[in-house]
């Protein structure tokens, strides 16, 4: 099973919520990824965990908070998001974080801050 | 720091032609190379990866790139392109012990009937 799940698939938010998208996979990876992915455009990275601990902040803005609760979940939370944060989220997994492991990427929460 | 350039943002072919999509990648170090497809409103699938295993790598749905170190490409090949492989490519490079993939900017395929 190479299934990397995402929850919501669509999510609506006015710039005043509080809102979270949830991750899941279920192949041993220990290392997970948040990208954000404009419209025609490669995915930027966000976060990445290792082994459940972060590793890696590409300097996101703090209305981003990551959480890794165990090895197989990553949420991202959102507060006070403005409508330029409007996208595709991508979550991805890989054994470890080490360059030559494939990413294995989920479907996508598509965002609408209004 | 390694980068990857992919050469024409948009290709077009006719159905049952070659299909060719060009990436060039600079790394410093030996690379891991790979190519992602990307269907409309869905995420990343992994077509193929090169690990220094083999310079030619054979990929799902047909797909196959050769790895030249001497022109630093990893070029990706389809013999005869069929409408379902309408998409977004990226290709994509890490290197041992680094901590993120970077990506090209991509390129549309579209397949004319």
């Known amino acids: 099973d190479t299934e990397v799940t995402q929850t919501p698939k669509h999510l609506v938010m006015g710039m005043t919520n509080k809102k979270s998208l949830k991750c899941e996979q279920h192949?041993?990876?220990?290392?997970m990824y948040w990208y954000k992915q404009k419209a025609k455009k490669p995915p930027e990275l966000m976060f990445v965990?290792?082994?459940?601990?972060?590793?890696i902040n590409e300097s996101v803005p703090s209305r981003f908070s990551p959480e890794c609760p165990n090895s197989s979940l990553l949420n991202l939370h959102l507060h006070a998001l403005q409508p330029e944060d409007s996208a595709l989220y991508l979550c991805a997994s890989s054994q470890t974080q080490t360059g030559s492991y494939e990413q294995y990427f989920g479907p996508g929460t598509r965002l609408t801050v209004t | 720091a390694q980068s990857v350039t992919q050469l024409g943002s948009h290709v077009s072919v006719s159905e049952g032609a070659l299909v060719l999509l060009r990436c060039n990648y600079s790394s410093s170090v030996p690379p891991y190379l790979f190519w992602y497809v990307q269907y409309p409103n869905q995420g990343l699938q992994l077509l193929l990866k090169?690990?220094?295993?083999?310079?030619l790598v054979k990929g799902i749905n047909g797909f196959e790139a050769e790895f030249k170190k001497s022109e630093t490409s990893f070029h990706l090949t389809k013999p005869s392109a069929h409408m379902s492989d309408a998409a977004e490519y990226f290709c994509a490079v890490s290197v041992q012990g680094a901590q993120k993939l970077v990506f090209g900017q991509g390129t549309r395929l579209t397949i004319n009937p």
């Open positions: 965990y290792s082994y459940e601990k972060l590793s």
């Open positions: 192949m041993g990876h220990r290392a």
């Open positions: 090169y690990t220094s295993a083999a310079t």
